[in-house]
């Protein structure tokens, strides 16, 4: 046995992600929160910039012997993952600023977790084979099981089990989806021999049922990921427990990931009807729960399982559906991370979601954060003026016709109505004039100005929402870049 | 780039800009707001009465044959060439009067909202325009579905922000309605645009590249899509609540400009694109068309609330024009483009004096209006001409549409559409009958309510361009068709 | 036949371990049911490795259609799998401690997943 | 170009006229000047032409091209319609004179002034349009107006009804006029009239147009059975009346079948439907006229029967007839409403059971109403008797054949023809006694009532009735003038060249009508002297309600259209909201329903989730296993 050669330039963003965890570690011991916060940041951007460096035409490493297939491979979706990564990280992390400052969670674990989570998550981008794709998913779920359940309670506060609880669900059902996935990768081993991604096939021959129960434990295992219908149940409860920015993370970043993992399962193995079951089931049913949420971070997460259905209808399609998958994807967590954002502003610091009413007229007393929040729902529910959510629906939608999927493509537009239902209850409340009281009130505006108070924005969470609506702006004005990058 | 392809950007864009300055201003310059966004409404008229000199050669008679499609001036940008989508607008004889049509009324809804409620409103119009004006000029069949999306968000905020007692309902069935239609449309386009692989309305007009079976599909789709918005008789149920609780100019908009969305496409798209499945289709869509007119007709007889009746109304005059582009004949295809114009001009003017009499009497119930030609004597002389222009005086805009609707049906021939032209114009005379039933019961009669007969000057700025126009139209209806022969 | 027993063996274990997680109430008892089912992933991977060449050369009558199987990927992937369960143990028992530590229960009946819509009912 | 200052003057001062302000006094100068002007300059146009041009005027510009359909803008004038035209001019200017005295307090009569002037001008469109389209304009123009004249009266509260009424029922006709003007233009190609009486037409197509706009005609014509609107447009002002009975709207309807003869000609089955149409009119007409007690009711039910002799006229193949008549009825059908008008004016009702006496007060309405009535039933020498005779003859002359109406067509017009000379002659003669003679039994016990009238609050009548103030009068005393001559011009030979009339021969074929007519008078003056003071029309019995109803067409027309009409707009709007629109909203709730349902089950602890997470890992386990392989 001959000792590998190893090309490390492909490996840059890995060793920037990882090097990040690290250096957070290190800063932790010897500096105050400051340096840790700047490593985190430093370290996210230099990941994203090794990604760029590194781009998608670059050989794979770590390749078995005998050529093709290698268990590192850089590729235009990878690249672009692990920019997003890093993106999501950086924005996530400005998000924690003010409740980190409040103390609600030790500052130093709390980067390192999300650093650790980051290198994950461009590990699974990356990975060539399932061993490495696995454990890319569980080094980027790891961390979150902890980061759902990191807070602390000032004394005085009133404590709340709501995060511990909410991490013991999502750990609890993670573990199990992970027992399934690594069931379906070890059935389909063992039925077709293949590990890495380049070798799997659908099996024929007598083994062929194995190996295709393989195959789709193996997706139902990645589903639990992106919280896919009927193995979503974790997502509400962990989302509305967990501290909001942990929560913008689950529902962006953490999504990505599964969404990579699938959409390397189903670019090589049939899981077609398996998929489209799920697409179905999950839009369709999110979307419909929704509807009668009465919380924001529920609202949230119930809308991001319908998206999630949106981007597994064009997974159905197999590898063509994957780019649309991916620019769906990128799409989405632009835009769910500026709705996470504004809620994060417009909430006081180290508070949860709270009810919808809470929202009410928030949009008239700080504006620009309304603009940014209808932005979001509006590029969520595909329509104008955020034209990023438009331009995903339609790639979907093109794909899904172009391959004769054209019922999947109404099921899919259909659904983009219901969705639109609730978005726009939530935006229209923003707008909602102050509700009439019980008793006479000269100027229901003034009294509504004196019990809603407007909060102080964070420096930094309100630099999040800037750049992430200029980005969504951007994508929703030149998508192509993304294709570009994409292709 | 010539000055044309200028002005053809600039229609599209000069409202949309205008509707972010006017978002910026901050609320203590709320009147200088509004004046901007008054100043930007009217601005964008000068590129649209620039827009007919690039013309070369005639006014083009529509067909829907290959090649047909020849635009004064356009503009071709590539955008995003992964979802063929091309930043291409164009202008012709077809699109040419609503664009005007749409610039017109948001002038006259931007000046009527100067003395209203804030400068949101106006900044929303400004995007509505945009919205409908690049709806109208979009020569690519994504970019098509994008301004056709632009105006639905803006519209639910007018109808939800400055709305009556019921419009977060109303606003919420009219935006969830549409968007419902919006999504054959988008199916419809992404059919077309990756089964001829292109989505140029250059190229793909005629049918061009496109077999009968997607043919059929594409055009069941769209024409779905475009019933809904137009609407067309039995999809029409969102449009009686949105038009009842809208304010003013959002009634005005939605009626004069944004219903023809629906006919447009259905005219430039729909049958343009796939004139196969038009041509099967044709039976279904007139049949349904008939029965919009006879039905609307009789639903007005039966309402007791001013704007709701004009709203059911529109389904009646919609549903002419529909019956005009199901006939696939010339005549009927230039018979629904003036009657688009004209029930624009005639049904913008009706909501302007509904929304007059409203403020006035404070109800729109018709049993407690009366007695308006005692009371205030102008308001009633206007609201008796838009009445009878509206239910189609020969020699106002009114009548070219609904008569030669008929006349295209009868020209059609055979049983079924003979028995439709007859319905048609049964209806016709329905429409009388519920238009002089309104007049009988706000402008006859003993005075109820106190009404204040002064006429504001930015009514009369409102009305009197609509009035003169709807004559104008009805003595010459070559000003939409074009004056060459 | 050869590789009968690990297979049966493993799926034993893994129904062993969802009988665990769906019937235990116990926070703990349901980690150590995730653990049966990894190792019953486990057990299936290194036997997979044994009898792979005879499962795809045997069998497989068009056997070009497989590269040759990848020399104890298996064990390999079995290896990873222990780590991941590992790390999965240490965090958890982490997290069901600070769940201890604030409800004094490892009970999980008690975890709901609606807790705040039931006080917005009012 | 010329022609067309004739309908654009008064069109165009119309329009000017309706920006008038309304008001009182000095304010009413601009819109009288307004008013007066255009129906002069139209008089003077056409008398212009009438002396100056010798061969017809013609002149048509492109208007519009609507696919395969060319329409152009266009204007003739032959000598026939100069001599229409003139009739509605004059006419016209009469009641905008008359107007002046009898609204002179009305605060809303400047829009009335310009809307006379619009409806002046749309009739004189029709009559002067060389393109079916213009005609069209011209014909639903008038249909408006006529609309807001007649319910010009604020006071009355059936004024706004009878608008309706007269709209409507024309406009249901106008469904038919248009659609018969679709099939004829669609056939030709073009809308220009000359060439679409060139154009050679199958049968079938033809007929069927054809009879589609006789429906449009019976509606403006209030021919049978669509008359049901004249007798109660009388809740206009009687100016309007005047207007609408004698120049405009009702002779519109004959105008266009003398204007298509030429196509009618080519169509025995128009033509018999046409004749039995007039038949039964001029029957319905007379014999509802006897026992209306409201005097205007007895006019406007003469005028249904006058319509259906011009109309019989055409049938019997003799347009030439019926121009003539025509042109006599609208100068005495006019002096008869103007002096109407007058009396009501004097007397402050229109019940000719509170009438009486008159002759005494009012001299010149008197006499200027004997003539009127005389013309109307027929006596020689005035107007109507040499243009009714003209229709006898003409009638008489078919039932030989040789026309292109069927014999019998011919036979049945001539005999109604004859059998209302009987009946006219009564009801005239009726109606003269009933107002002029006898005792004075003007006012009630309260004074006088006004029921139906004119729009003036602050009018009082004057302590005893007298004829009318100077504008009001020498109106009447013009129109007195053609309504006494006009007949004679029969012998003028430039006038009959116009009107292609024959030569007035009177044999002995006229003693049949005269006989008739003597009985007629004589029976109703018997009645009169029988029993002093008691209406005549008592000695009908109990035909007389059926009469004095219309024999209850209006209530048939309601049983049969309107309350079918209401109820389908009932079941269909019912069906709008339970059906469709429930269908919308039903699936709203649905969905949200279902959205609930589904949140519900969500609302279980962990390890319910679990279980039920697991189930649906096993269930599509499943499901990819057995379907999977396939797909």
Known sequence: MTAQSVDHVSLLPLYAAAGTAVLVLLADLFFGRRVVLGALTAGGIATAVCAIVVGGSRAGTFCAPGGGACSWVPSPLAAVAAVVFAGLTVGVLGLSIPSLRLGTAPTGEFCFLLASSMTGGVVVGYAGDLITLIVGVETLTLPLYLLVGLRRFAPGEKVSTAPASASITFFLISVVSTAIALLGAALNYAATGALHLDRLLNATGPFAPVADAGVALLVIGLAFKVAAVPLHAWAPATYEGAPLPVAAYLSTASKLGGVLALAAIVARLDAAA??????????????????????????????????????????????????????????????????????????????????????????????????????????????????????????????????NHGWLAGVVALNAVIGLAYYVRASALLYATPERVGIAVADPALLEAATHPRLPVSRAVGAVVVAASLVAVALGFAPQVLFDALG | MTIYQVALVAVVLLPAVGAGVVAVFPARLDRAARITGTAFAAVTLLPIILLPFARQAGWTAYTASPGALRPWTEVDVSWVPALHLDFHLGVDGVSYPLVALTGLLTVLCAAYSLKGPGRALIALLLVLEAGIAGTFLSFDLILFFLFFEVVLLPMYAVIAGWGGDDRRRAARKFVLYTLFGSVFLLLGVVTVAVSAGTADLRELTGGAGLDRTTQYAAFTLLAIAFAVKAPLWPLHTWLPDAHTQAPTVGSVILAGVLLKMGTYGLIRVAVGVTPQGAEKAAPVLGILAAAAIVAGSLICLRQTELKRLIAYSSVGHMGFVLLGIATLTTTGLQAALIGNVAHGLITGLLFFLAGAIKDRAHTGELADLGGLRETAPRLAGVLGFAAIASLGLPGLAGFWGEAFAVVAAIQRGGGLWTTLAVLAAIGGALTAAYFLRLLRRVTHGPAAAPVSPVIAGREWLAWAPLAALILAVGLAPALVTGALP | MHAVIPYVIAALLFALGVYGVLRRRNAILVLMAVELMLNAVNLILVAADASIKSTLSGVQPEAWAYPAPEPKAGAIFALFVIVIAAAEVGVGLAIVLQYYRLRRAVVLDEVPLHEHEEQEAR | MIVALIPGVPLLLGLIGLLLPPGDGERRRPAATLGIVGAAAALLVTLGLLLF???????????????????????????????????????????????????????????????????????????????????????????????????????????????????????????????????????????????????????????????????????????????????????????????????????????????????????????????????????????????????????????????????????????????????????????????????????????????????????????????????????????????????????????????????????????????????????????????????????????????????????????????????????????????????????????????????????????????????????????????????????????????????????????????????????????????????????????????????????????????????????????????????
Not at chain 4, 315 to 338: D, E, I, M, Q
Not at chain 4, 533 to 547: N, S
């Open chain 4, 53 to 631: 041009a010798h061969k017809p005027v013609e002149a048509s510009t492109h208007w519009v091209t609507l696919g395969s359909v060319e329409l152009t803008f266009g204007f003739s004038a032959g000598m026939a319609a100069l001599y229409v035209a003139l009739a509605v001019a004059v006419v016209a200017l009469c009641v905008q004179i008359y107007s002046v005295a009898y609204l002179h307090d009305d605060p809303r009569y400047a829009p009335y002034a310009a809307q006379v002037s619009l409806f002046t001008g749309a009739m004189l469109l029709v009559v002067t349009s060389s393109d079916l389209i213009g005609t069209l304009i011209g014909w639903e123009v008038m249909g408006a107006c006529s609309y807001l004249l007649i319910g010009h009266d604020r006071r009355l509260p059936e004024a706004p009804a009878a608008a309706v009424k007269a709209f409507l029922v024309t406009r249901v006709g106008d469904v038919g006029f248009l659609l018969g003007v679709a099939l004829l233009i669609v056939d030709a190609g073009t809308s220009r009239i000359a060439a679409l009486l060139a154009h050679d037409y199958s049968t079938g197509t033809l007929t069927a147009a054809l009879l589609l706009i006789l429906a449009g005609v019976a509606g403006k014509s209030a021919q049978f059975p669509l008359h049901t609107w004249l007798p109660d447009a009388m809740a206009g002002p009687t100016p309007i009346s005047a207007l609408i009975h004698a120049a405009t709207m009702v002779a519109a309807g004959v105008y266009l079948v003398f204007r298509l003869y030429p196509l009618f000609d080519r169509s025995p089955a128009a033509l018999a439907v046409l004749g039995v149409m007039a038949a039964v009119t001029i029957l319905l007409g007379a014999l509802s006229a006897t026992a209306q007690d409201d005097l205007k009711r007895v006019l406007a039910w003469s005028t249904v029967s006058q319509i259906g002799y011009m109309t019989g006229a055409l049938a019997v193949g003799s347009p030439a007839a019926a121009l003539f008549h025509l042109l006599t009825h609208a100068a005495f059908k006019a002096l008869l409403f103007l002096a109407a008008g007058a009396v009501i004016h004097a007397v402050g009702t229109n019940y000719l059971s509170r009438m009486g006496g008159l002759r005494e007060h009012m001299p010149v309405t008197f006499w200027s109403f004997a003539v009127g009535l005389g013309a109307l039933a027929g006596v020689p020498p005035l107007a109507g008797f040499w243009s009714k005779e003209n229709v006898l003859t003409a009638a008489a002359h078919a039932t030989e054949g040789g026309e292109t109406a069927p014999v019998w067509v011919a036979w049945v017009v001539w005999l109604a023809a004859l059998l209302a000379v009987l009946i006219t002659a009564w009801y005239a003669t009726r109606l003269l006694l009933c107002a002029f003679f006898g005792i004075s039994r003007a006012h009630g016990p309260d004074g006088p009532d006004w029921e139906i009238g004119f729009d003036d609050a602050r009018y009082t009548a004057p302590a005893t009735p007298h004829d009318p103030p100077g504008a009001m009068r020498w109106p009447i005393l013009l129109l007195a003038v053609p309504a006494a001559l006009l007949g004679l011009a029969a012998y003028a030979p430039g006038f009959r060249t116009a009107l292609e009339l024959d030569d007035p021969h009177l044999d002995v074929a006229i003693v049949l009508p005269l006989v008739l007519l003597a009985a007629g008078a004589g029976a109703a003056w018997w009645l009169w002297r029988a029993v002093p003071g008691v209406d005549p029309a008592e000695a009908l019995g109990p035909a007389r309600h059926v009469f004095a109803n219309g024999f209850h067409l209006d209530t048939l027309q309601d049983r049969a259209v309107v309350r079918p009409v209401r109820a389908l707009a009932k079941v269909v709007t019912a069906t709008d909201e339970r059906v469709v629109d429930a269908a919308v909203e039903g699936t709203g709730t649905g969905t949200t329903g279902a959205g609930e349902v589904l949140a519900m089950a969500h609302r279980v602890p962990l390890p319910t989730a679990a279980v039920a997470v697991l189930a649906g890992a096993l269930l599509l386990g499943a499901v990819a296993v057995w379907f999977g392989g396939v797909a």
């Open chain 1, 274 to 403: 398996l998929t489209a079951v799920l697409a179905v089931l999950t839009m369709t049913v999110g979307n419909l729960v929704a509807l009668r949420q009465t919380r924001m971070v529920r609202l949230l997460a119930w809308s991001s399982i319908a998206q999630a259905g949106y981007i597994l209808a064009a997974l159905a399609l197999g590898a063509p559906g994957v780019a649309p998958a991916a620019a769906y994807a990128v799409f989405f967590v632009v835009l769910e991370l500026i709705a996470f954002a504004v809620v994060v502003a417009l909430r006081p610091p180290g508070a949860d979601g709270g009810p919808l009413l809470a929202y009410r007229g928030a949009g008239r007393r700080s504006p620009w954060l309304g603009a940014s929040l209808v932005l979001a729902f509006a590029g969520l529910a595909g329509l104008p003026p955020g034209l990023a959510g438009l331009f995903a629906k339609v790639t979907v939608v093109d794909a899904l016709i172009d391959n």
